[in-house]
């Protein structure tokens, strides 16, 4: 089965820099993947999804890139600000119609 | 914002209780979801639904049965609750040709 790897629980960073986390995979190569933010006591939400054949996909301040040769996504918050704060989870799926392997999460703090 | 809702937000039940939990949706997907996250862990899947009259069981192993009798209504049931089933339930839907998952706020369940 698939396994996901997240970067360090916790990542504390000062604000006005860049925050970049890592999710690693293993076995199959997933059709999709995604990035969803959690904050504490409420349901994730979804930020941003790159294909296979993507390199790199950016919303606003978040960038995602996509290596499939070394099985890793990389996720940046560019210019971060303390209402980054939040738990980033990176998702995968083998296909259209397969269900979602979650990653346990990093836990991102912006300090003022 | 999506429009995803889940009752009771906070559940404390006696062990051997009959209890249900809550799912709603307004925005016509087709596709739904029970995950179970425990606190600083990954979400996973138990119960997901293609359309009405659809339901699978997901890759965690859990005694709860679910119904999708109506495209919007997606509710989980635990015919006798046990302290093991301790944990938050999050609710999910995505459209058929879409592959991001709108949660739900969350269903924190305690058994004593």
């Known amino acids: 089965s698939q396994k996901i790897e997240q970067n360090s629980e916790a990542l504390n960073i000062q604000e006005g820099k860049t925050a970049t986390l890592t999710c690693n995979y293993t076995n199959y190569s997933p059709a999709y993947l995604q990035w969803y933010r959690q904050d504490p006591g409420r349901g994730p939400v979804f930020l941003l999804l790159i294909r296979e054949n993507e390199k790199e996909k950016r919303k606003e301040r978040l960038k995602v890139t996509f290596d499939t040769t070394l099985k890793q996504s990389l996720f940046h918050i560019t210019a971060s600000q303390p209402a980054d704060s939040a738990t980033y989870l990176c998702a995968l799926a083998r296909g259209g119609n397969e269900k979602l392997t979650f990653g346990t999460g990093t836990r991102l703090t912006i300090i003022p | 914002e999506a429009d995803i809702y889940q009752t009771p937000r906070y559940l404390v039940i006696g062990t051997g209780k009959k209890i249900t939990l809550e799912c709603s949706q307004t925005m016509g997907h087709d596709k739904m979801y029970w995950y179970q996250q425990d606190p600083g862990m990954e979400l996973h899947l138990i119960h997901y639904s293609y359309g009405v009259n659809s339901t699978e069981k997901g890759d965690l192993s859990s005694e709860s049965t679910v119904s999708r009798i109506r495209t919007e209504h997606f509710p989980l049931t635990l015919e006798s609750a046990r302290p093991s089933h301790t944990s938050q339930y999050l609710c999910?839907?995505?459209?058929?040709?879409?592959?991001?998952?709108?949660f739900g706020p969350g269903t924190r369940l305690t058994v004593t």
């Open positions: 999910a839907s995505s459209e058929s040709h879409r592959h991001e998952q709108y």
